[in-house]
């Protein structure tokens, strides 16, 4: 398996939209055979977004390479286990990626450093406007948190972006545990409908 | 105490966002939604949200990683696809749990991990691989006559005197087996194995200490005598830690090239 490939060109996206799921698990099926253009091709598709969020919920710029290079190496690996009928390739990486990203918050010992973030709490706009792609999911899911409630979308924001277990937001946004996890259904439920996922 | 079930299924929205901290918590809630048709397809959903919230916060990678992470794929094996089969559920490891310091004191040894310095057991250890005893077996045959090993190493000694020594083994998939005492208050380990595949030269086993966020080698396995390898020590282990044993070009590498064949949570 060649990397430099000439032949590699046959795994360039087509698809307009930014993630053209289909071609994805197409893609990962040539990865699991060791097909190196083809990782190639994923890694140029989901690069950014798995180091975007692990960088979102690790902050570290050193340690978020690592583990965003970590979680591409693990996709490549073990893509022979990749299930579409568990779901798209993009969302598959995008578990490993942010489960790995948590690993790393909750490995950490310095929990006095997380401590100062929580006055970070909301997505930071500008940081936004870092991002690779001026995609559509951006536009989208801006668009749709700004439809939630305001405890559902900190609520949501806390635990995705912030890495925070739902005891912890419930503990910073203060409310009950059963009313946090009801925030958190409740938002994805909107956020689901909102951005039409089926 | 027991989650009403409505209470449960509140529970899909933090565990597609992986906000469930409590290890036990998590897997309660993993094995409701395997077996709950609707939860689980309310937490796919979940995660393809979840999916676009991660491209709308895409950022370019450092430049150099592309190339970093190309290189590691060239040189890095694959798992294979997990064929299902209606065996009985694999168990990949044995315990001897809490194998307190007062009964290592009372004179267990190890022998396979002393093996070099008991040749008299290597006919045994022979005639056990040949009847591929179980693992459970290999492992309490080499727990034996601790008192003479400890004599020899005063590091071994303190290891293996610590309270609440673990004792873990597994099995390679490619043959032999690590045996492992772990003293987690002293946060060491020491590692011995029975059996691996004997390496081409230029090929050595490497120990890796595999954190969730980095990898750090533990050291070479030093050479097989009689099919066996002298225990080596690894300081630093931190709880989360798996112990990964893997075939290395010699004279051994910074980060692991090869899948574990040895890949035990400590």
Known sequence: ?198 | MRLLRQDMHALTGAYALDAIDRAAERERFTRHVNGCSSCASEVRGFREVATAMAFAAALEPPPAMRAEVLAAVARTRQVPPEVRTHARPRRSRAWVPWLSGAVAAAGIVIAVLFGFAQAHTQHELNTARAQDQSLAAIQARTVRELDQARNQDQLLAAIMAAPHVRVLSQRSASGGAAVVLLASVRHQLIVATSGLPRLPAGKVYQLWLIGPVKVVSAGLLPAQVSGQTAPVVASDVTHGDRLGLTVEPAPGTRQPTTTPIIDLPV
């Open chain 1, 1 to 198: 398996m060649n990397p430099s490939d000439p032949d590699a060109s046959r795994f360039r996206s087509t698809s307009t939209d930014g993630r053209g799921e289909r071609d994805l698990d197409d893609l990962l099926i040539y990865v699991a055979r060791g097909d190196q253009a083809a990782f190639e091709a994923v890694y140029d598709r989901l690069a950014g977004p798995v180091y975007g969020v692990v960088r979102r919920v690790l902050r570290d710029p050193s340690q978020s390479e690592e583990v965003a290079q970590e979680v591409l190496l693990e996709v490549w690996r073990t893509a022979a286990r990749f299930d579409p009928a568990m779901g798209g390739a993009a969302t598959w990486v995008m578990t490993i990626a942010h489960r790995r990203a948590i690993d790393g918050v909750r490995a950490s010992t310095a929990a006095a450093e997380r401590e100062q973030r929580n006055a970070e709490i909301n997505i930071p706009r500008d940081e936004v406007a870092e991002a690779v792609e001026a995609s559509l999911d951006r536009e989208r899911v801006r668009r749709c948190l700004d439809g939630l409630t305001e405890i559902q979308r900190e609520s949501i924001t806390l635990a995705y972006y912030g890495g925070y277990s739902y005891r912890q937001v419930a503990d910073l946004l203060k409310v009950t545990l059963g009313a946090i996890k009801t925030r958190i259904r409740d938002g994805l439920i909107r956020m689901r409908d909102c951005l039409g996922v089926s």
